[in-house]
């Protein structure tokens, strides 16, 4: 299989968001804005910076604000033109130009390996990319974003592949975790998938980021697993039963990952980035004065 195989990416973004309530009650999580722009545009770039300009995203019913906006708004356009703010119109014109962009509904929150399996009929019999939201991973000074360095071992072993991230031994209770064989510097075969187990139970430290390429195969999968708990069918189930018959790889991208599943992460992740935007020298002045008063 060759890079191009990969053309078509899903974004399961159905999730009720409880960890942000009340700010989630009527604003989808994925539009909370990190600085400048909401958490979904960053994952949208970096899947389009990697060539996959065909993505699904996946919704609730009330998530109606992510197609607002990745639509055109042309009204909103020639307001910004018509007072001299050609430069913010073209930038907000860009936005509905990132990515083919299409959506369909979970109504039931069925889990993940669920919102997986409803993207079947889009992206048909051929490997595919998921993405989930809250991980932001800002792509290294020089070189590949994420994607770009899991398609490549895509390419190179045609199976599928997992981003990986190891993280401190407190923390692996909260994570989906694997186990298998070294194959290179950053690179593992997979042998096995524990979610979210004990510290004495986990079998490394190497967690599952947000990141996935997957064969076909992973959907006859998904039809076959039954739902766990909450009633939900989980995609590391799946995961597990693909290990078992295909290869399965993991890969510690390069790159520096920001966990905003939740506020504290979240916060961490907009001053990282408002330290990189127009206003980063007032903002690195305030840090430094507040820590003086902490």
Do not use: C
């Amino acid at each position: 299989m060759s890079v191009s195989n990969i053309l078509k990416a899903v974004f399961p973004a159905a999730g009720l968001g409880t960890r942000f309530l009340p700010a989630t009650k009527n604003q989808p999580k994925e539009m909370l804005s990190l600085y400048d722009k909401p958490a979904i545009q960053y994952v949208i770039e970096e899947a389009a910076g990697a060539g996959l300009k065909d993505i699904l995203i996946i919704i609730a019913p009330n998530k109606r604000s992510i197609i607002d906006h990745f639509d055109r708004n042309e009204l909103l356009e020639k307001y910004l033109e018509a007072r001299g703010k050609e430069e913010l119109a073209k930038k907000i014109k860009k936005i509905s130009e990132i990515a083919r962009l299409h959506y369909t509904y979970q109504v039931d929150p069925l889990g993940l390996g669920h919102a997986v399996l409803m993207a079947e009929p889009f992206i048909g019999n051929s490997p595919f990319a998921v993405y989930l939201a809250d991980d932001i991973i800002d792509p290294p000074p020089s070189g590949k974003n994420a994607s770009q360095q899991m398609i490549d071992l895509f390419s190179e072993t045609g199976s599928s592949v997992i981003a990986l991230e190891a993280v401190s031994w407190e923390k692996v209770s909260g994570y989906g975790v694997v186990d298998g064989k070294k194959i290179g510097e950053r690179k593992i075969k997979i042998t096995n998938v524990v979610e979210k187990p004990s510290r004495e139970e986990a079998p490394s430290n190497l967690t599952i980021v947000g990141r996935y390429i997957f064969t076909p195969t992973i959907f006859e999968l998904l039809k076959n697993t039954p739902a766990g708990r909450n009633g939900e069918i989980q995609l590391t189930d799946a995961i597990q039963k693909l290990i078992e018959i295909e290869p399965v790889y993991g890969l510690e991208f390069e790159g520096r990952r920001f966990d905003t599943g939740d506020p504290a992460g979240f916060l961490e992740a907009t001053v990282e980035f408002a330290l990189k935007g127009e206003d980063s020298e007032r903002i690195r002045k305030y840090l430094i004065e507040l820590s003086k008063k902490l």
